[in-house]
């Protein structure tokens, strides 16, 4: 889930380039230890920045085992349970790899865990493409305040917020550099 | 993230005519049926996006093809779907266009896709007050069938620019010649306004008498030499011949039509070698159309047919998947 940077209030960096990449790097590490070998592992990311991240993720995972791993991604918008609170928004693009998911091990990407309402729509998005062996989560940030039971198997950095501050990734691909931002909410925002 | 969704009612949208839409909002649609279309490809074509909503099929003409594929487009979007065809309903009865829709309103129809005999009902429907829900027009009279054009148009955006490389992008610089009936049609005079606004040219080729009176105001340039404009064009779309409303003689004879403005495979050599043929349907092979060209890899036909499920899907989401409508909101007379 991305949560926009507050125009008010000076934006903190929590993690830099170097740090975002150490973090990926060992996540993908604990996939591989986790998956024994990377074998049946598919990965999803969810948009905008997971996708990246999930490419990246991809990329460290070919450089450990030696083969390449499918990654694609998962637009979750049709499955959101705040559809009715908030004006149709555009679609992205879900791209399940040629292999599928069935009998697979699905790690889904994303950028940051928050209230856990974005998993719980690509759990229910993934049941209507396939049926997984497993499926597990990797975040780059866990900001905490979940509203459902879901936790992430593979965590960048725990990094305890208050519902007042917001919590902005920035990568390369789409924003131009690597960082992660905690910043404060506008007084008068949502 | 909290969202208090307050008391306000909906702003609702309506899909009344192709040319209320911008651009932006005509490439929104497309896209978002781009994303659609590959829901066609997975194990279970069903999303749950619209579970709850109720989508009213109101049909005062005959159309299986269009009620069908608004029945699909809704019914993968998990909506509720009532069919409610004028034969053989209270309409027959002497009911108005207005208790009708009072009717429906009482039934709780988030959406009502009407398609109606007279130019004008969707729109009387849409600024009348009489119903909350959207609006959709599926064909008025010879007014409108925004949701051909729309389909139209992501047809040749897939043909022509590609399914991945056509997202976001609109059509300018292509040439579409529209061949045929462009006076009781519909679907002609959709297809001159949304091409127009995506950007691409469009010449109507028809004899002089189906063009209709004041075409000169249409974006659109007229001819009335089919094979002086062929090789000229991106895509030819032929219309059908529409019998049932050429109730004066508009040509002497069907053969002479077919001669002069049927598209045969001598015809379709003359196109450019990528260029492609668009039929709304339903076709009648030996009129307008021959069967070699009906059947070749160039006629879209039966694409046409599989997009509209898919655009009908993009338009039924965008004006109900959320709190307020993502497009048209349609623009009434006085704010013209």
Redesign the interface.
């Known amino acids: 889930m991305d949560t926009t940077v507050s125009a008010a209030g000076p934006a903190r960096p929590v993690l830099e380039a170097p740090d975002i990449a150490r973090v990926l790097t060992r996540i993908a590490h604990e996939i591989v230890e986790r998956a024994k070998g990377a074998d049946d592992v598919v990965l999803l990311g969810i948009p905008t920045r997971g996708i990246f991240l999930a490419r990246r993720l991809a990329a460290k995972l070919a450089d450990i085992t030696g083969a390449t791993v499918p990654v694609g991604s998962l637009d979750i918008t049709m499955y959101r349970d705040d559809l009715r609170l908030r004006p149709a928004r555009a679609l992205a693009r879900t791209e399940i790899p040629g292999e599928g998911i069935d009998g697979r091990l699905v790690v889904l990407v994303d950028d940051v865990l928050f209230s856990g309402r974005t998993i719980r729509a690509a759990l229910d998005a993934l049941n209507d493409i396939g049926r997984p062996r497993a499926v597990q989560l990797a975040v780059l940030v866990d900001r905490g305040h979940r509203e459902l039971p879901i936790r992430a198997d593979y965590v960048g950095k725990n990094l305890p917020t208050s519902l007042r501050e917001t919590v902005k990734v920035q990568l390369t691909e789409e924003d131009g550099r690597d960082s992660v931002l905690l910043g404060a909410r506008p007084a008068d925002g949502q | 993230?909290?969202?208090l969704?307050g008391g306000s009612p909906r702003t609702r949208g309506h899909l009344v005519s192709a040319a209320d839409l911008t651009r932006d909002d005509a490439v929104?649609i497309l896209?978002?049926a781009e994303?659609?279309a590959?829901v066609a490809d997975?194990?279970?074509k069903?999303?749950?996006?619209l579970r709850g909503r109720t989508v009213v099929n109101l049909f005062f003409e005959d159309s299986t093809r269009t009620r069908i594929s608004f029945e699909a487009a809704a019914q993968r979007l998990s909506a509720d779907v009532i069919n409610f065809s004028a034969k053989g309903s209270s309409v027959s009865k002497g009911e108005s266009l207005k208790d009708t829709a009072l009717t429906l309103e009482a039934m709780g129809a988030d959406a009502v896709v009407i398609r109606h005999h007279d130019s004008g009902a969707p729109h009387r429907l849409a600024t009348s007050g009489w119903i909350n829900g959207s609006v959709v027009n599926a064909g008025d009279g010879t007014h409108e069938h925004p949701t051909q054009a729309l389909l139209d148009a992501f047809t040749l955006r897939r043909r022509l620019v590609g399914p991945d490389a056509g997202l976001g992008q609109d059509l300018s610089g292509r040439r579409v010649t529209i061949v045929g009936d462009v006076l009781h049609s519909r679907v002609a005079r959709s297809n001159v306004h949304l091409l127009h606004t995506l950007g691409a040219e469009v010449t109507l080729v028809a004899p002089p008498t189906l063009v209709p009176i004041g075409v000169e105001h249409w974006p659109c340039e007229v001819s009335y030499d089919l094979d002086a404009v062929l090789p000229k064009s991106d895509a030819v779309m032929m219309l059908r011949v529409q019998r049932e409303r050429m109730n004066a003689a508009f040509f002497p004879t069907e053969r002479e039509y077919a001669r002069r403005y049927g598209l045969d495979g001598e015809r379709m050599a003359r196109m450019p070698e990528d260029a492609v043929v668009m039929h709304p349907g339903p076709m009648n092979r030996g009129m307008e159309i021959t069967a070699e060209v009906a059947d070749s890899a160039r006629c879209t036909a039966v694409e046409q047919v599989a997009n509209g499920v898919s655009i009908r899907m993009a338009v039924l989401?965008?004006?109900?998947?959320?709190?307020?409508?993502?497009v048209t909101n349609y623009r009434t007379e006085e704010s013209k």
């Open positions: 993230m909290l969202h969704s929104l896209d978002t994303e659609m590959r997975r194990p279970i069903k999303l749950p996006t989401y965008l004006l109900l998947g959320g709190s307020e409508s993502a």
